[in-house]
């Protein structure tokens, strides 16, 4: 009885792990330089002011990331309890893979095309907002429409090749804020102080242990 336990946990963790080899070749990972992030917010001294948390999955399937990731989701919160924080989202960009910048556009419902000026966010002290964010096509830097591959042998594997492209650089959301206090009056010559974020992020393959957990925890 123990041998037939042992043979069938040793089928199930083969299983496991050759399901994990395979799965491992399809996904990838997405995710913001906090280290980069906090620096600058300390550099500035916006620690107290503001957070910002993008709200990426553990892990995305390669061929369906179009799906899974057409927006990036980006949460910002206002730390402060007598400041106000402005979200310019019109003077913030994003960029792509190959480091072309462009406008910053906030998804809203309903959306078809490209506005031609959007409506800035305000965020009232101990508020937080939520948000999804696209280039000008509407889509992350990361869909289809922003990567293309070519084979250059029969022998290149399509997948392999797009991996490649999209974890062969980092692209950026610089986000730019106005911060003021709650009793400020521009009449009474009072400067809102302007502060730009500059957010890193960065696609890498999912390791082979990682990809053996999600495929143990799918939901996660």
Same mark, same amino acid.
Request: hydrophobic share 40%.
């Given at each position: 009885?123990?041998?037939?336990?042992?043979?069938?946990? #040793?089928?199930?963790?083969?299983?496991?792990? /050759?399901?994990?080899?395979?799965?491992?070749?399809?996904?990838?990972?997405?995710?913001?330089?906090?280290?980069?992030?906090?620096?600058? #917010?300390?550099?500035?001294?916006?620690?107290?002011?503001?957070?910002?948390?993008?709200?990426?999955?553990?892990? /995305?399937?390669?061929?369906?990331?179009?799906?899974?990731?057409?927006?990036?989701?980006?949460?910002?919160?206002?730390?402060?309890?007598?400041?106000?924080?402005?979200?310019?989202?019109?003077?913030?960009?994003?960029?792509?893979?190959?480091?072309?910048?462009?406008?910053?556009?906030?998804?809203?419902?309903?959306?078809?095309?490209?506005?031609?000026?959007?409506?800035?966010? @305000?965020?009232?002290?101990?508020?937080?907002?939520?948000?999804?964010?696209?280039?000008?096509?509407?889509?992350?830097?990361?869909?289809?429409?922003?990567?293309?591959?070519?084979? @250059?042998?029969?022998?290149?594997?399509?997948?392999? #090749?797009?991996?490649?492209?999209?974890?062969?650089?980092?692209?950026?959301?610089?986000?730019v804020f106005k911060i003021a206090s709650q009793k400020t009056n521009p009449k009474d010559g009072k400067q809102? #102080?302007?502060?730009?974020?500059?957010?890193?992020?960065?696609?890498?393959?999912?390791?082979?242990?990682?990809?053996?957990?999600?495929?143990?925890?799918?939901?996660?």
């Amino acid at each position: 009885m123990n041998l037939l336990i042992f043979t069938v946990y #040793l089928i199930c963790v083969t299983y496991v792990l /050759y399901n994990a080899f395979l799965f491992v070749d399809s996904m990838v990972t997405v995710d913001a330089d906090k280290e980069e992030l906090s620096r600058q #917010l300390e550099e500035d001294n916006l620690k107290d002011f503001i957070d910002i948390k993008f709200k990426f999955k553990s892990g /995305y399937h390669l061929d369906q990331i179009d799906k899974e990731l057409e927006t990036i989701p980006v949460e910002v919160a206002n730390k402060s309890q007598q400041h106000k924080l402005e979200l310019l989202w019109d003077d913030s960009s994003i960029s792509n893979l190959k480091k072309k910048s462009g406008r910053l556009i906030r998804i809203t419902p309903g959306m078809s095309e490209t506005p031609q000026k959007q409506a800035t966010s @305000t965020i009232l002290p101990g508020q937080t907002i939520e948000a999804k964010l696209s280039d000008e096509k509407l889509v992350s830097p990361l869909h289809s429409k922003n990567i293309s591959v070519r084979k @250059t042998s029969t022998l290149d594997s399509e997948r392999l #090749l797009k991996i490649a492209a999209l974890t062969a650089s980092v692209f950026h959301i610089q986000l730019v804020f106005k911060i003021a206090s709650q009793k400020t009056n521009p009449k009474d010559g009072k400067q809102q #102080l302007s502060c730009v974020l500059r957010c890193p992020l960065s696609v890498k393959r999912v390791h082979w242990k990682k990809a053996a957990d999600l495929l143990l925890r799918p939901n996660k």
